[in-house]
């Protein structure tokens, strides 16, 4: 998942960031209010952590959750704070967050609150995905097919668990070559041959191209419809 990380303070930043991206996200990183403008101008996260205290502002992260959703960002907002105080915790939820994390954090249960927003912007509702015979664990990125354990790659992981958790959609190539590899795929072609790896060590059936791009194999348990539209 693509997300943005907002946090002025380096020592939090950085295992903050080695921590989500050994996760299998793509974070990018503004220690300012100045450089999360930008970032989002150039492309809407899934999620984004926002600390509150920033350096052009004591109000910051509000500031810039407020102006995100002005703008028409419907992704999940999470503040990273040391502001405990009931009067900041309820503004940051009336600017528009959708959780609240007071610092300092166990790094553990952040993650977890990030997998859990990342869920209700899914149509997978819980840490383990399992559709047909694919079975994904979020937590843990472990991925078994038909019983059976499958190391994949990184990038593999997140190209797969993407479809999962939007079993019905469509990705076009380009779209799943920006959200997984960012401005480090040159083209497209990353992504047909990252689709070639995981239908060898899965199965052809795990994923389907289909008019417009790709989609997963299989949705709420059962395979993906397999009429006229659809070719391997």
């Known amino acids: 998942m693509r997300l943005l990380l907002v946090e ?31 970032l989002l101008a150039e492309g809407e996260p899934d999620l984004m952590i926002l600390d509150v205290r920033l350096p052009e502002s004591e109000d910051g992260g509000f500031l810039l959750a407020r102006e995100a959703r002005e703008a028409g960002y ?3 907002i999470l503040f990273m704070t040391a502001r405990d105080a009931l009067a900041d915790r309820v503004m940051g939820l009336d ?3 959708d959780d ?12 977890a609150r990030v997998r859990a927003l990342l869920r209700r912007v899914s149509e997978v ?7 047909g015979p694919l079975e994904l664990d979020l937590a843990t990125r472990a991925v078994r ?7 994949l790659s990184s ?7 993407r479809l999962a958790l ?3 959609r469509v990705y076009s190539p380009e779209e799943l070559a920006d959200l997984i590899w960012g401005g480090e795929a040159s083209s497209a072609g990353v992504v047909k041959v990252c689709v070639h790896h995981l239908r060898s060590k899965l199965g052809p059936e795990v994923i389907r191209t289909v008019p417009g791009g790709y989609r997963l194999g299989w949705t709420e348990g059962a395979p993906a419809s397999t009429g006229a539209g659809d070719e391997r």
């Open 166 to 168: 939007h079993p019905g």
């Open 155 to 161: 990038r593999e992981y997140a190209l797969l668990e």
């Open 125 to 131: 509702k819980t840490s383990r995905i399992r559709l």
């Open 74 to 76: 419907k992704g999940p």
């Open 8 to 38: 002025d303070e380096l020592n939090i930043a950085r295992p903050l960031l080695r921590a989500l991206e050994a996760q299998g996200h793509r974070v990018q990183h503004a220690p300012d209010l100045s450089r999360a403008r930008e």
């Open 95 to 97: 600017e528009g967050g």
């Open 145 to 151: 097919w038909a019983g059976q354990a499958v190391e």
């Open 100 to 111: 609240y994390v007071v610092k300092p954090f166990e790094l553990p249960e952040l993650l």
